[in-house]
C-alpha cells in the first residue's frame, strides 16, 4: 500500500461559514427600512443570511446563540444610525465582529453609514458622543464597565475605518444593489466549504508553499498525477481558500478539455469573471490582445482544470506578462509535457495507509461504525486500491449496505479485474496516445513492469518503437514511472487498465498479447495463433 505522502484528514480545507452574512443593526431605527430591504435582496439572490428577528435590545449580555451567528458568518454587514450607539447590546455585538476579524480565517467586515457619517462614528461625536455621555455616567464608578466603554469606542472606531457605503436618510435601490453586488463576490458560496476531503491538508501545504503568495510576481503552478487522484479536487480547494482572502478578482475554468472546440467561449467567461464583462465581449480573434490588455494591472487567480494541449493555455493564459503583480494561475493535466520552462509541477500523491483506510470507511460505511467482522476485509480491500482515491471512492460506495458475503465475492472480482467505472476513467489517459505510444504502454503494462529499463528498451526498439521517445511520453502522462532501482513502474490500476485493453481485443476475434495459461491454451486449442499480433509470455 502505498507509503507516499497524502491526498487525503478529516479536516475541512476552508473556514467552514453557516453564513454568509451577519445583519448588526439597530432594531428600531432601521428594520422596517435599510436592514429589511438589504435582507430581502440578499436572501433573493441566495446568500444566506443571518437576521436576529428576535432582537430585545435591553439587557447587558447577547444570547450565546447570536455569538455562534458571529462567528459562523463570512461576512458581518454593520448598519450605522443615528441610535445606534444607544443600544449596550449593538455596541457589545460590534466588539465581538471584530474580534473576530483576528482570528485565523477573520471574517470581512463592512459598515453601511446609513444618516450619519463616518467621522461621527469613528471620533464619537454627535448622537454617538451623546449615547456616550450616558454610558459612562451610567459605568462612572465601575472600573470594569468603563473598560467595558473603551472597547466600545475602540471597536466603532476600528470598524469606521474600514471601507464602507454611506446612504443618505432614505433608502436608494442602487445603493442597496452595489452593496449585494459587492457582497456576492466577497461570499464564495461553494459547496466546497463544508466539503471534507480525507487528509488534503498536506497536500494544500505543498501547493500553497509553491505559489508563494508572499512573492510580488506573476507565476503558474501544475498540479499534475493520473486521472483519479483529486488534482481537480486540490485546486478547487486552492481556488476557494485564496479567492476569499488574496484576490478580489479569480476565475475557475473547468473542464477545459471538453471545451477545446470552443475556446473563445472560455475567454469570454474569464473577462466577464475577472472585469464584469457581458460573456459575449470578445470574439475568436480578439481575445488574447483583450486579455493581455485588461487585465496587465490586475491581480488575479485562475484555475485552469483539465488542460490536455498547449494551444488550451495559450488562449486562456499564454503569456504571464498578460497578468498583474501577484496574479498566479493554476493548471491541473495529466500531461506533465504541457509545462513550461520556468513553470512549477506539484505531483499530486496516492493516500498514506491511514488516509486510504479512512476515506474508504467513508463511503463504505458512512457514519456507522463498521461491525469487527469486516476489519479483516477491510484492510484488504483498502490495500489492493494502494492510495488511490477513486479506487477507494468506488469501491467503497459499491459496498455500503452489503453483507460480508458480497464484500468477500467482490474482493475475488477485485483480485482478477477491477472496477470498469475506475478503468474508463484511467483509459482516458491512454487513448490520447500514439499509436507506438499505445503499444508500448500495453507491452509494459502486460510484460515489462518491474523490468529494469536496460533491459526492456532493446526489446522494444526491436520492433521498430522509438522506445526513449515513447517511455518518456508515458512517464510524462502518468502512465509509468522509473523506480529508484531503475526498473520501470506503474501503479497496480493502470496496469489493470492496459490488461483490460487488450482483453476487449478478444471481443473483436484477437487478443495481440498472451500472459495467462489458460488464454494461451484457449488459443492453441482453438488454432487462432495465427491471429495473435504481438507477444506471449512464456510464465507458467
Not at 523490468?451 to 522506445?467: H, Q, T, W
Amino acid at each position: 500500500m502505498a507509503s507516499t505522502s497524502s491526498s487525503a484528514s478529516n479536516s475541512q480545507y476552508c473556514p467552514q461559514w453557516k453564513y454568509d452574512i451577519f445583519l448588526s443593526f439597530r432594531g428600531e431605527n432601521t428594520r422596517n427600512t435599510i436592514t429589511g430591504y438589504l435582507y430581502e435582496r440578499l436572501t433573493r439572490r441566495g446568500i444566506i443570511t443571518f437576521q436576529d428577528n428576535k432582537r430585545i435590545e435591553h439587557g447587558d449580555s447577547i444570547p450565546e446563540e447570536l455569538l455562534k451567528a458571529i462567528k459562523d458568518s463570512q461576512v458581518a454587514l454593520v448598519i450605522f444610525s443615528e441610535n445606534f450607539a444607544t443600544s449596550r447590546w449593538c455596541l457589545d455585538e460590534l466588539v465581538n465582529i471584530m474580534e473576530c476579524t483576528k482570528d485565523e480565517n477573520g471574517k470581512t467586515v463592512i459598515p453601511v453609514f446609513y444618516g450619519v457619517d463616518a467621522t461621527d462614528v469613528r471620533n464619537q461625536s454627535k448622537n454617538f458622543a451623546k449615547a456616550f455621555v450616558k454610558h459612562e455616567l451610567k459605568y462612572n464608578d465601575d472600573g470594569e464597565g468603563m473598560q467595558k466603554v473603551q472597547r466600545w469606542r475602540t471597536a466603532l472606531t476600528a470598524a469606521a475605518n474600514l471601507k464602507g457605503y454611506v446612504f443618505p436618510n432614505g433608502v436608494e435601490s442602487d445603493c442597496i444593489e452595489r452593496i449585494v453586488d459587492d457582497i456576492s463576490s466577497k461570499c464564495k458560496t461553494s459547496g466546497s466549504y463544508s466539503y471534507k476531503v480525507v487528509g488534503i491538508d498536506t497536500q494544500l501545504e505543498k501547493v500553497e508553499s509553491l505559489l508563494k503568495m508572499e512573492i510580488d510576481d506573476v507565476r503558474i503552478v501544475w498540479i499534475w498525477g493520473m486521472g483519479g487522484l483529486g488534482k481537480t479536487t486540490i485546486a478547487n480547494a486552492i481556488y476557494n481558500k485564496l479567492s476569499s482572502s488574496k484576490f478580489k478578482d479569480a476565475c475557475f475554468l473547468e473542464d477545459i478539455k471538453e471545451n477545446k472546440h470552443r475556446m473563445y467561449s472560455l475567454q469570454n467567461i474569464l473577462l466577464s469573471k475577472l472585469l464584469g464583462e457581458k460573456e459575449n465581449c470578445v470574439n475568436n480573434k480578439e481575445g488574447r490582445s483583450m486579455m493581455a490588455r485588461r487585465l496587465r494591472f490586475k491581480k488575479v487567480l485562475i484555475v485552469l482544470d483539465d488542460i490536455d494541449h498547449r494551444d488550451q493555455l495559450d488562449y486562456l493564459a499564454g503569456d504571464l506578462g498578460w497578468f498583474g503583480k501577484g496574479s498566479r494561475i493554476i493548471a491541473t493535466t495529466r500531461d506533465k509535457c504541457l509545462r513550461g520552462e520556468y513553470d512549477v509541477v506539484y505531483e499530486v500523491e496516492t493516500l498514506l495507509d491511514c488516509d486510504a483506510l479512512e476515506l474508504f470507511n467513508q463511503y463504505a460505511f458512512m457514519e456507522k461504525v463498521p461491525d469487527e467482522c469486516f476489519k479483516d476485509i477491510t484492510l484488504e480491500i483498502v490495500s489492493h486500491a494502494k492510495g488511490h482515491p477513486l479506487a477507494l471512492k468506488v469501491c467503497g460506495s459499491s459496498l455500503h449496505g452489503k453483507g460480508i458475503i458480497v464484500w468477500r465475492s467482490a474482493l475475488d472480482l477485485m483480485k482478477k479485474n477491477s472496477s470498469s467505472e475506475i478503468i474508463e476513467n484511467l483509459k482516458i489517459s491512454y487513448d490520447r496516445l500514439e499509436p507506438d505510444e499505445q503499444e508500448i504502454f500495453l507491452d509494459i503494462a502486460c510484460f515489462f513492469r518491474g523490468k529494469e529499463k536496460k533491459d526492456v528498451m532493446p526489446i522494444l526498439e526491436s520492433c521498430g518503437f522509438p522506445a526513449e521517445y515513447g517511455l518518456s511520453v508515458l512517464i510524462d502522462k502518468s502512465l509509468v514511472f522509473i523506480s529508484d532501482h531503475n526498473k520501470i513502474q506503474m501503479h497496480d490500476l493502470i496496469q489493470d487498465m492496459g490488461k483490460y485493453i487488450v482483453k476487449l481485443q478478444k471481443d473483436q476475434g484477437e487478443r495481440s498479447r498472451l500472459w495467462l495459461a489458460e488464454d494461451f491454451e484457449e488459443v492453441m486449442v482453438n488454432n487462432t495463433v495465427s491471429r495473435l499480433s504481438n507477444a506471449i509470455l512464456f510464465n507458467f
